[in-house]
Structures are given as C-alpha cells and as structure tokens.
Nanobody, 122 residues
Framework: QVQLVESGGGLVQAGGSLRLSCAASGRTFSTYAMGWFRQAPGKEREFVAAISWNGGGSYYGDSVKGRFTISRDNAKNTVYLQMNSLKPEDTAVYYC???????????????WGQGTQVTVSS
C-alpha cells in the first residue's frame, strides 16, 4: 500500500509559477515510479509528467514540455512538480500517482492522491 498527499496548489496569475509536492508513505519510496496527472472540469484526466524510481528518467505530456519539471527526493519520500509560465488552460486538479509494479515505461499507476487545485487567472 502507498499513501500519497499532495500540497502546494493555489491561485496564480498567468505567467507565474507554482511548485506542487507529493509526500508518499507506506512502501520504500525509492523503489517505484511517480507521476503527475491533472483533470479540468468537464475534461478527461491528462498525463502531465512521470519520473523513474531513481530520477534517471523523466517524461512529459506535450502540453507542459519546456514549462514543467518533475523531480524527486528519495530521502524525503517526496516528488515535486515545478510549474513555470503557467497558463489559464493549466487550471485543473492535479493528482500524484505511484506505479509500484513497473520497472520502466509504460507506467501503470495504481495509487493516487486526493488532488490539489491549481487555478491560473488571466
């Protein structure tokens, strides 16, 4: 079992930045991949970013490439999402997720946090 708790969401103006955090517990954090997803009202859940168990590989959705950066600190059992140059269309609930089974992509995330709201005003 893995428990995930996101934090860091909020309201920001377009062009601004936010950093989301996701604290994990329950299994050895350094043994599994992590990801971020988002879901805006009326839209399907969208892949944002993923990172391998040791941080050696990172992957991004097309809509956030070059603006968002995923990272992890295995000593703190935490994964981060640095979001820069935010746009109103980035407004969504952001979820972190864990894949405890896959050693490499494609990942199949099976544990999810409760989400944190990010709102970008124009």
């Amino acid at each position: 079992q893995v428990q995930l708790v996101e934090s860091g969401g909020g309201l920001v103006q377009a062009g601004g930045s936010l950093r989301l955090s996701c604290a994990a517990s329950g299994r050895t954090f350094s043994t599994y991949a992590m990801g971020w997803f988002r879901q805006a009202p009326g839209k399907e859940r969208e892949f944002v970013a993923a990172i391998s168990w040791n941080g050696g590989g990172s992957y991004y959705g097309d809509s956030v490439k070059g603006r968002f950066t995923i990272s992890r600190d295995n000593a703190k059992n935490t994964v981060y999402l640095q979001m820069n140059s935010l746009k109103p269309e980035d407004t969504a609930v952001y979820y972190c997720a864990a894949d405890i089974h896959s050693n490499s992509p494609p990942y199949e995330f099976d544990y999810w946090g409760q989400g944190t709201q990010v709102t970008v005003s124009s």
